[in-house]
């Protein structure tokens, strides 16, 4: 995962409270059960991205050509296949 956990866990009391403050939200209870749920969903979509990724990355070393990661041609592929990824995944 590329944030630890107390990163994830302190994105989620932002969120919360961005929503709060916000009036998006009004908590009639608890707010454990919210933050959870905000910390699953943020979790769950850099899974996805780190997957992409992974994805794309065999797909450049795959080429006969090898490319250098974070050459000009890498990058222009990397983000072309990236975002054909997401598009495959429904994240477009």
Request: glycine content about 8%; cysteine-free; charged content about 40%.
């Amino acid at each position: 995962m590329m944030l630890s956990n107390d990163k994830i866990t302190h994105m989620t009391h932002v969120v919360l409270k961005g929503l709060m403050d916000k009036g998006l939200i009004i908590l009639k209870k608890d707010d454990g059960l919210l933050r959870r749920e905000i910390k699953r969903t943020i979790m769950g979509e850099l899974k996805i991205g780190e997957d992409i990724d992974e994805a794309v990355r065999r797909k450049l070393q795959s080429f006969s050509k090898k490319l250098v990661e974070g050459s000009p041609e890498w990058e222009v592929l990397y983000k072309k296949y990236y975002e054909e990824e997401e598009a495959k995944r429904g994240r477009r």
